[in-house]
């Protein structure tokens, strides 16, 4: 069973405007999330996390808002940059990775 | 500091051969991870290990095996290869309990043919 999903295989956006990836959880018990950032041929890259004590954790251009009644987080970027361009994937304390979403940023 | 380091890069291997695929943390990270991807899947946890002697089985463990004689390396091997091993590996390493991000090596692209 897929306990971290991720339900947009891919988004694109225009340079300077929010991107905004979904991620929801079935596990109630996980108490830690992080998202991750994959470019092609390069192992994925830490970019922010959030206990599950807060809701919402910010990291210059990036947000990650966790919503615990719905089983819901999601990845806001703010202004998106073509260099954002990559696979994001979702993570749970228990190393357990969603399917990711490509993100495209037009410039 | 090198940070996780994969060996090798790419293999192509006949179905029904073994090999061992290598990853090494200079970082001493007692946790590491190995992960396989498949086109378009998410990175689904094969085996992990806490510290070195002790490793368990992550969520696609059939097929492989690992070892943690040391707190640097954590190799996977695997025997009698067959295509639904085709997939890109990546090791990964963490700090301990209470620190979650996970350091991921430049993976290993792995075809059986």
């Known amino acids: 069973d897929q306990q971290v999903k991720q339900n947009s295989p891919s988004l694109s956006v225009q340079e300077g405007r929010i991107s905004i990836l979904n991620c929801d959880y079935t596990n109630s018990m996980f108490d830690y999330f992080l998202w991750y950032k994959k470019y092609p041929a390069e192992g994925p890259t830490f970019l922010i996390s959030i206990s599950s004590i807060k809701d919402k954790n910010e990291d210059g251009r990036f947000t990650v808002f966790l919503n615990k009644s719905a089983k819901h987080l999601s990845l806001h970027i703010v202004p998106s940059q073509p260099g954002d361009s990559a696979v994001y994937f979702c993570a749970a304390s228990d190393m357990r990775f969603g399917a990711g979403t490509r993100l495209t940023v037009k410039p | 500091n090198a940070g996780v380091t994969q060996t090798p890069k790419f293999r192509i291997l006949k179905i029904g051969q073994s090999m061992t695929l290598q990853c090494t943390q200079d970082?001493?990270?007692?946790?590491m991870y190995w992960y396989r991807q498949d086109p378009g899947m998410g990175l689904k946890l094969i085996y992990y290990s806490v510290g070195a002697g002790i490793t368990d089985k992550g969520e696609v463990p059939n097929g492989y095996n690992v070892s943690r004689s040391t707190t640097e390396d954590f190799p996977l091997r695997l025997e009698l290869a067959a295509p639904s091993q085709t997939s890109v590996y990546f090791c990964?390493?963490?700090?301990?309990?209470?620190?979650?991000?996970?350091?991921f090596g430049p993976g290993t692209r792995l075809t059986v043919t």
């Open positions: 970082m001493n990270h007692n946790y």
């Open positions: 990964a390493s963490r700090r301990s309990e209470g620190s979650y991000e996970q350091y």
